[in-house]
């Protein structure tokens, strides 16, 4: 176990410039390495934890975090490129303009934490707990996502192009004027968010939940929406929407769209649109009495 330690660590210390000492494995874990940050030292103490660690700025590319702590730790501009941060918990920490493009951070705790400016561009990021984290401007260009939890979250600008998001929770998500181009995001719940002026050009949003959603400006040209539930949706200001997209999705009374176009009831047969109110009828004839 020791011995596994000491590998693990080494690689993190060598790219953060802090020296190693050859030990035993035989002695106690705290003191098996000599080190120049004593905050550094109290993580591999705890197996692992390092809380509110200051990691700007650093090259940890390829460095591997697994069922690690790092809580509220500051990682601003880092290199994490193809890093490994596996069942790790990274709540509250700060990856503001951090490269973490190609990492895989399975199974990890990233709640709150702010990705403002990140490169995640071909990250896998499966299952992952992003609920309330901030990736405004960031780049999920091809990025994955899928079982990802990203309930709240900020994603205002941020580029997801052919992401794939697949049975992914982006419920009361902040996503104005973000791009999902190309993404797969089939089956997943992408209910009360705001998503007005987000391009889904050629989007997959096949079986995936609009519902108390806002959509005003948004681009769907191209988009798949067999079985898509958009019941209680105001669609009537979006664009590049036709009636063979929106005639494979389901809504209900309250779904409003674009003039001439009608959608299904999710229980089955057509909702129309609602009627012209009918002109009011004519004035009755009056007969008036005339003195001879």
């Known amino acids: 176990m020791f011995r596994s330690?000491?590998?693990?660590?080494?690689?993190?210390?060598?790219?953060l410039g802090v020296g190693v000492a050859s030990v035993s494995a035989a002695e106690p874990a705290q003191d098996q390495f000599?080190?120049?940050?004593?905050?550094?030292?109290?993580?591999?103490?705890?197996?692992?934890?390092?809380?509110?660690?200051?990691?700007?700025?650093?090259?940890?590319?390829?460095?591997?975090?697994?069922?690690?702590?790092?809580?509220?730790?500051?990682?601003?501009?880092?290199?994490l490129r193809g890093a490994e941060l596996v069942g790790s918990?990274?709540?509250?920490?700060?990856?503001?303009?951090?490269?973490?493009?190609?990492?895989?951070?399975?199974?990890?705790?990233?709640?709150?934490?702010?990705?403002?400016?990140?490169?995640?561009?071909?990250?896998?990021?499966?299952?992952?707990?992003?609920?309330?984290?901030?990736?405004?401007?960031?780049?999920?260009?091809?990025?994955?996502l899928s079982g990802a939890n990203l309930n709240g979250a900020t994603l205002t600008r941020a580029n997801l192009r052919d992401t794939e998001v697949f049975g992914a929770t982006l419920a009361n998500v902040s996503a104005r004027g973000a791009d999902f181009s190309g993404a797969e995001i089939s089956a997943s719940n992408l209910s009360n968010g705001?998503?007005?002026?987000?391009?889904?050009?050629?989007?997959?949003?096949?079986?995936?939940?609009?519902?108390?959603?806002?959509?005003?400006?948004?681009?769907?040209?191209?988009?798949?929406?067999?079985?898509?539930?958009?019941?209680?949706v105001d669609l009537s200001s979006v664009r590049g929407l036709t009636q063979d997209q929106i005639g494979r999705a389901c809504g209900d009374g309250g779904t409003r769209l674009p003039p001439g176009l009608t959608i299904r009831s999710c229980r089955g047969g057509m909702i129309a649109p609602p009627a012209p109110p009918r002109p009011p009828a004519p004035p009755r004839p009056r007969n008036y009495a005339t003195n001879n």
């Open 89 to 144: 918990n990274f709540s509250g920490s700060d990856f503001t303009r951090a490269d973490l493009s190609g990492a895989e951070m399975v199974g990890a705790n990233f709640s709150g934490a702010n990705f403002s400016g990140a490169n995640l561009s071909g990250a896998e990021i499966v299952g992952a707990n992003l609920i309330r984290v901030n990736m405004n401007a960031a780049n999920l260009s091809g990025a994955e």
């Open 34 to 79: 000599q080190f120049q940050d004593r905050d550094v030292a109290r993580m591999v103490s705890l197996g692992g934890s390092c809380h509110r660690c200051e990691l700007s700025g650093r090259d940890l590319s390829g460095a591997t975090f697994t069922a690690a702590s790092f809580t509220g730790a500051t990682l601003v501009g880092a290199n």
């Open 194 to 232: 705001d998503f007005r002026g987000v391009r889904f050009r050629d989007a997959s949003l096949d079986s995936a939940r609009l519902t108390g959603g806002r959509f005003e400006g948004a681009d769907f040209s191209g988009a798949s929406m067999n079985r898509t539930d958009v019941r209680g």
């Open 5 to 15: 330690l000491n590998r693990v660590a080494a690689g993190l210390f060598v790219a």
